[in-house]
């Protein structure tokens, strides 16, 4: 359970708010304009910005101070998940052992890690040598082994093609579906949100509102939300 | 991310202590000479006379190479030919030549029996005379022409190629291509490559040493080593010295003031398409006698040296194993204080600035000041001149940090920048980052860095002159010692075997730095 207590985060003249909670195993897309705050919302949880007042919790946890290695959290960045320079192998590795003096037993759960996503046999390749789609496969068996009950995604799928999002949203969500974790996924596209998440965040205006039934909203969307769909009936 | 709580990790106190040693390298020195200086001399007439011919010799000099800069690199620029690459490419050698090597080769061909000289013979001139203030800015300019041609030429380049099309469509002429685009850009680069080479040209002592000398030829520097090496008046050296870290220092203010342009800068293959007709054979004439005035002296060294390099005297090859002993303690020293300094650089988020300003402080510090002081700090403890390989070496690396810093400063940045928050998502921290994230995306930069001060290391002669033992000469010193014999073939010999041994170090670090690195 991911608790948003009273949270308020003022960057110059940007600040956002945030007053709610997440229940544990839930997929919530966090959708809103950009330089709404979507990205700052999860960098709060992810531990790289520190809110001005109020508290982030996980469970009964207060994550206040938390360097971001430490938190019960795995994050995928829009770009730059891989570092080019190491193997798959070791990239995944980094999800066990952030040393990478990885035991025959964790390299044997690198490589069922690599099978699960679809790469078994990739592991001595450099990120350079796949594509994209491998590449976040590659992130998202790291994800898998660092066994974090939270997972972040700041739209790691936004550089691939329409089918290939669809198919990584699909793992994810069969991922999240095998360990129970919680997902907050940003997304600037509703069809994101409706394909996997069970519930949606609507960021807009200084505010991350509380979450809604992914459904429902958009059935019948609140103002700020029409004004950022726009003209777009048949959604 | 600004808003983490900054951490003090061992890295970091790493840094701070790096900060301090540098300090330490610099004050404490100045600080045992003036303690030393027994009776509060002041400045004689000698003195001033010094001070004279140094901004005299330093103005001219950075003068000169900027204005023969301004053409040569306008032609580069606007022309496509054949070997421009490698041009280029040479332009930016003299930088990693071994001062007195150099000097070597401008007396083959501008001293008295060199063939410049001989040629002025043939049509009845008298030869040019090298020694003293034509001397010193021959070979000043000869170092600083290519460097103030690349900064000029980046400058050209920096120009849109938009708006020379915009120029074209407008109809303008060279005349106004100069005054609206060309005349703008040159004067943002020209102060900042003036006063580079101005400090340079401040503290250079080995071709005042070489080409000097005399009561109307003699920079501070020189003076420092007379005082310190011939009279032991410490008491003037000290004095100098000041006066020199003053004059250093408020160059070192005018030019951050100024700013300096870069001159590191990849991209220089490109040319400027333009469409206003100016002279070709003009430009041309100036390549050829540019390239000419940079290729001959080292072509008249290889001449003369090559067939000796096999059979000098044991004591340059002895001299050759402690010059590279020297180069590697001081390649060592600064690529890894630079290091430090990078990263706390990057990692401070207030205070950056003035770390960053101690690293590049040493541009303005003298290198015999330094020297000297520490001879008389360490005087009552132990044997300094037992020690004069590794204080040079130190020295050495001082003088280096300054372009390791220009090379790693921005390449930390772009690290942290970029991998930075994935690896603090993956608790990645200490020395598993520097290990695994840090050493092996700033390979290059490291390369480049460890190779540039391994060959300026290698070819310096400066601090080592000051304590001249026969038994701890290095190949500069050696082979100035040669010339100084009028050994002249030996000279060149030696002069070849260090030439080759300063490309060599910087080629294999830089190398290494780039082979099997993965973009």
């Not at chain 2, 400066?462 to 304590?467: D, K, R, S, T, Y």
Request: net charge neutral; glycine share 10%.
């Amino acid at each position: 359970m991911l608790t948003f207590d009273n949270m308020r985060i003022t960057q110059g003249d940007f600040s956002l708010s945030a007053d709610f909670t997440v229940q544990g195993g839930e997929i919530l897309a966090v959708i809103g304009p950009s330089g709404g705050g979507k990205s700052t919302l999860l960098n709060v949880v992810a531990g790289f910005l520190e809110p001005t007042q109020g508290r982030v919790l996980w469970n009964d946890l207060d994550m206040a101070g938390m360097p971001p290695g430490e938190r019960p959290v795995s994050i995928l960045f829009q770009d730059n998940n891989l570092f080019p320079h190491l193997t798959v192998t070791q990239n995944v590795g980094l999800g066990l052992r952030p040393d990478l003096r990885l035991s025959a037993e964790q390299i044997t759960q690198v490589d069922a890690a690599l099978e699960r996503v679809g790469l078994g046999g990739y592991g001595t390749r450099k990120p350079a040598a796949l594509s994209g789609g491998q590449q976040s496969r590659v992130a998202l068996a790291r994800m898998l082994l660092r066994g974090n009950p939270l997972v972040l995604l700041d739209e790691p799928f936004a550089a691939l093609g329409p089918a290939l999002k669809g198919e990584m949203l699909e793992l994810v969500s069969e991922l999240m579906g095998e360990s129970g974790a919680t997902l907050m996924m940003v997304s600037h596209d509703p069809e994101d949100a409706k394909r996997i998440a069970g519930q949606t965040v609507l960021v807009a205006q200084g505010l991350a509102h509380a979450p809604v039934e992914t459904g429902e909203i958009f059935k019948n969307p609140p103002e700020a939300l029409r004004a950022y769909l726009g003209d777009m009936k048949s959604i | 991310m600004a808003d983490r709580t900054f951490k003090i990790t061992p890295l970091i106190w790493a840094g701070f202590g790096a900060i301090l040693f540098l300090l330490a390298l610099i004050i404490l020195p100045l600080m045992a000479l003036l303690w030393r200086a027994e009776t509060p001399a002041a400045l004689g007439a000698a003195d001033l006379a010094a001070v004279r011919f140094t901004l005299l010799q330093a103005t001219l000099s950075a003068g000169i190479s900027v204005a023969l800069a301004v053409p040569v690199a306008r032609a580069l620029a606007r022309r496509r030919f054949f070997g421009r690459g490698l041009l280029i490419t040479l332009l930016g050698a003299p930088f990693i030549l071994p001062v007195i090597v150099a000097v070597l080769g401008l007396l083959a061909v501008f001293g008295r029996g060199g063939i410049f000289s001989e040629m002025l013979g043939w049509i009845g001139l008298p030869p040019v005379h090298i020694y003293g203030l034509h001397g010193v800015v021959l070979a000043h300019v000869f170092f600083n022409l290519p460097l103030a041609t690349r900064l000029i030429l980046h400058g050209w380049l920096s120009i849109p190629a938009e708006r020379f099309r915009l120029a074209a469509s407008l109809g303008f002429g060279p005349r106004d291509v100069a005054r609206v685009l060309e005349w703008p850009m040159l004067r943002s680069i020209l102060p900042g490559a003036f006063m580079v080479i101005f400090l340079i040209c401040m503290t250079s002592f080995a071709v005042a040493l070489a080409l000097g000398g005399g009561p109307k030829a003699t920079t501070v520097e020189l003076a420092i080593y007379q005082a310190f090496r011939f009279d032991f008046d410490l008491g003037r050296a000290a004095l100098l010295a000041g006066v020199q870290f003053a004059m250093g220092a408020v160059a070192a203010g005018v030019m951050l003031w100024v700013s300096v342009p870069h001159a590191m800068g990849a991209g220089l293959d490109r040319t400027v398409e333009r469409w206003d007709d100016a002279a070709g054979w003009l430009d041309a004439l100036l390549l050829v006698v540019a390239a000419l005035f940079l290729i001959v002296p080292l072509g008249m060294i290889l001449i003369d040296g090559l067939p000796y390099v096999l059979s000098l005297p044991t004591s340059v090859y002895t001299a050759a194993g402690r010059s590279l002993v020297v180069a590697l303690m001081s390649m060592a020293l600064s690529t890894g204080l630079g290091l430090l300094l990078a990263l706390l650089v990057v990692r401070l988020q207030r205070g950056a600035v003035l770390v960053e300003t101690i690293g590049y402080v040493t541009l303005a510090a003298s290198p015999l000041v330094i020297g000297a002081g520490l001879f008389i700090l360490l005087f009552p403890v132990v044997d300094p001149v037992a020690l004069a390989l590794p204080i040079t070496a130190l020295v050495n690396a001082a003088m280096s940090l300054p372009f390791a810093l220009r090379a790693l400063v921005p390449a930390v940045r772009e690290v942290e920048g970029t991998y930075g928050r994935l690896a603090d998502s993956l608790a990645m921290n200490g020395w598993v980052r520097m290990k695994l994230v840090l050493w092996p995306r700033l390979r290059r930069p490291l390369g480049f860095s460890a190779g540039l001060a391994a060959a300026l290391s290698m070819g310096d002669l400066g601090v080592i002159a000051l304590f001249s033992d026969p038994d701890r000469a290095t190949l500069p010193l050696q082979m100035y010692r040669l010339m100084s014999a009028y050994r002249m073939d030996q000279a060149a010999g030696a002069a070849v075997l260090l030439l080759g041994m300063s490309l060599f170090l910087f080629w294999i670090f830089d190398r290494g730095g780039r082979a099997d690195a993965d973009v």
